[in-house]
Structure formats: structure tokens, C-alpha cells
């Protein structure tokens, strides 16, 4: 079943990619992903993937692969904290593998579906975080980026677009939320949805 929502006026349904970016402040947890943040290029520094139903969401994180609940129709960082163990992450917009493709409906509906049970399959089996970045391929263990390009890899949809760090060869494995973001139809509330090339 394929499932609708809306998040500070974006409009998702299971499969589409939430992408945020970190905010300043002074909790000790949140310092890390800041610091993890600066050295991932561009704004977008973590994804999750909205499943549902309701504000059911998957991602990658500190815990592991968990799934967690939106907090109602706005992203209120602190309402999800507990089960997220991230902390001041904002909602930079969203990111929509599946649009502009052409895919016939039904076609669709079975890879909406198939990438939701992908990442709530390894959500039900706890996997760790992988904190080898260049090892985008493993199953073992998922960062967000990672875990997104996984469950779109078997649909024919690469979302590594080989982005890499600037000077440092060998990094185009690592599959970077920014990279996500740019090779996707993506939406900023109030903006109308665009596809921006990396």
C-alpha cells in the first residue's frame, strides 16, 4: 500500500527521501553530527526514507537502521529526538527518485512498495550504523545515504552519482545525501518541486 503525508507543506508518499540539514546549538549529541556534517559536501547532510503509513519513517543514524514517527505535519526535531537519538537537524526539503522517470503507475506502486519493505527489513533486524563510508556496497550495515541507494539499486535507480570529496581520489563510492538531492526532482517548502543536476 502506498501511503501520503505532508511535512511543513511538502507533499511525500512511501519511497520519496526526507533530506535535512544540521542547525546550530548546544546539546553535546548533536556537536557530532555537525561535526560529521561539515565534512560532507553541500547542505544536505542526512536522509530518511518515508515509508508510512501515517509519518512511519526508516533511517540510518547513531542507533543503527530504526524506524521513527513524525511528529505531526511539521519537522520538530525535539519531538523525535528518543527514538531518533539525533538532535537539531532541520528539514531541508525532499527529494523524489521516482519523478520525471516514466514509469507506467504500476510499475510505480511495485518499486514504491519494494523500497519501503527493503528498508523496514533491515530496521527489523537492527542493523548497525556502517561507518565505512566507502563501502557503499555492503549490507552489513548502513549509513543513510547508503541505506536509500540500496533499496532503489534492484529498481534499476542508482542514486550514487559518483559525487565523491573534491582532491581526495577514491571517495566516488561513498554515496552522499547532497549527491541524492542534486541527482533527484527535489522540493524546499515553498518552492516548486525542480531537478537540480549534480
Given amino acids: 500500500m502506498i501511503s501520503t503525508y505532508e511535512i511543513d507543506g511538502l507533499h511525500i508518499r512511501t519511497g520519496d527521501i526526507i533530506c535535512t540539514t544540521e542547525t546550530e546549538g548546544n546539546i553535546l549529541p548533536g556537536e557530532f553530527w555537525r561535526l560529521l556534517g561539515r565534512l560532507v559536501p553541500g547542505a544536505v547532510d542526512h536522509i530518511a526514507i518515508y515509508v508510512g503509513p501515517g509519518g512511519r519513517c526508516v533511517e540510518a543514524g547513531g542507533k543503527g537502521v530504526i524506524t521513527f514517527e513524525l511528529a505531526g505535519s511539521r519537522w520538530v526535531p525535539g519531538k523525535m529526538t528518543k527514538h531518533r537519538g539525533r538532535f537539531l537537524d532541520r528539514l531541508y526539503g525532499v527529494a523524489y527518485p521516482l519523478m ?99
Avoid: M
Avoid at 533486524?125 to 563510508?133: L, M, Q, T
Fill in 100 to 198: 520525471g522517470r516514466d514509469f507506467f503507475p504500476e510499475e510505480e506502486t511495485r518499486i514504491r512498495i519494494g523500497v519501503a519493505e527493503y528498508c523496514l527489513r533491515q530496521a527489523a533486524a537492527k542493523k548497525p550504523y556502517n561507518i565505512n563510508f566507502l563501502d557503499s556496497d555492503t549490507e552489513d550495515g548502513f549509513y543513510c545515504s547508503q541505506l536509500a541507494y540500496k533499496a532503489y539499486l534492484p529498481h534499476g535507480i542508482d542514486l550514487n552519482t559518483g559525487l565523491g570529496v573534491p582532491n581526495l581520489p577514491g571517495t566516488s563510492s561513498i554515496v552522499f545525501p547532497q549527491e541524492i538531492w542534486d541527482g533527484c526532482w527535489n522540493q524546499r517548502a515553498g518552492e516548486r518541486a525542480v531537478r537540480r543536476d549534480a
